[in-house]
């Protein structure tokens, strides 16, 4: 499916690698012209060299933390325009709630709460004049399902998806949508470092553990990045102008819910 976006200018933040980099290879193929971003020099140079030599689409590499004012400044400041906005940022590690002092709080919402909503505030009003905007949070199942020991991840994104609802019902008429992706488990260095963790402290070996955490799944594996971006380029693509305010979840089935 051509999805109507080629040409476009895209930035996906923390996309050197997982789930971002899904969504910024997914977007690129579809001829956007790509901003990608992360933290970690040789990994971002990487990712942007493969995207490039896999679709041949031209990508601005970011160095820059996303959750801070000048990181967000750099970013936005790599493209004269930006047509679609994917927010994305690693969330605080596991841990039990007593431990998360009022500093962790502030941190833990400013990573993945604040700092989206300060990007959609400098790109929202352009998207508005151009009447074209496309506008992708990736959160967490967790919002649906929530996970002791990440609860301040859930309390963050679940701010950030409160906030951006009524955003979004105020500039669907200009054909600017605002949604969400909220992943299950995905094949990313992060669940395997979490697998790792837990087969160590367990004492066993990591492919148990990976085994019963996919048996676990109604879908019996880990979702792919490269899928998820997939669903990612589609609420970005010039055929979802309809869709807005929704929280898609990608999890193999693993919540129970009707809803």
Do not use: W
């Not at 992360?38 to 689409?57: F, M, N, Q, S, V």
């Not at 990573?111 to 009447?131: F, G, H, T, W, Y």
């Not at 990736?138 to 996970?147: D, E, L, M, N, Y």
Request: with cysteine.
């Amino acid at each position: 499916m051509d999805l109507g976006i080629a040409g476009r200018t895209a930035i996906v933040c923390a996309s050197s690698r997982g789930l971002g980099k899904g969504c910024a290879f997914e977007l690129a193929k579809a001829g956007c012209t790509l901003v990608v971003n992360g933290r970690d020099k040789t990994a971002l140079e990487e990712t942007a060299h493969e995207i490039e030599a896999g679709t041949g689409t031209k990508v601005i590499p970011v160095i820059a933390d996303v959750g801070t004012k000048e990181g967000q400044a750099r970013i936005l400041g790599a493209v004269p325009q930006v047509d679609i906005l994917v927010n994305n940022n690693g969330g605080p590690p596991y841990r039990d709630f007593r431990q998360i002092d009022r500093e962790a709080q502030l941190a833990g919402l400013i990573n993945n709460m604040v700092s989206p909503i300060e990007l959609i505030q400098a790109v929202i009003d352009k998207m508005v004049e151009r009447r074209f905007g496309r506008i992708v949070n990736i959160t967490s199942g967790s919002i649906k399902a929530p996970i002791a020991g990440l609860d301040l991840s859930s309390g963050a994104r679940l701010g950030l998806t409160g906030f951006l609802a009524g955003v979004a019902r105020s500039v669907a008429h200009a054909n600017v949508t605002i949604n969400f992706l909220l992943p299950g488990s995905f094949d990313t260095r992060r669940l395997n470092d979490g697998l790792a963790k837990a087969a160590e402290a367990q004492g066993v070996g990591i492919d148990k553990i990976r085994a019963e955490e996919e048996a676990a799944i109604p879908a019996k594996r880990f979702g792919t990045p490269r899928e998820f971006g997939k669903a990612c380029a589609f609420l970005c693509s010039a055929h979802a102008g309809y869709i807005t305010g929704q929280n898609l979840l990608i999890d193999g089935g693993a919540y129970p819910g009707v809803m």
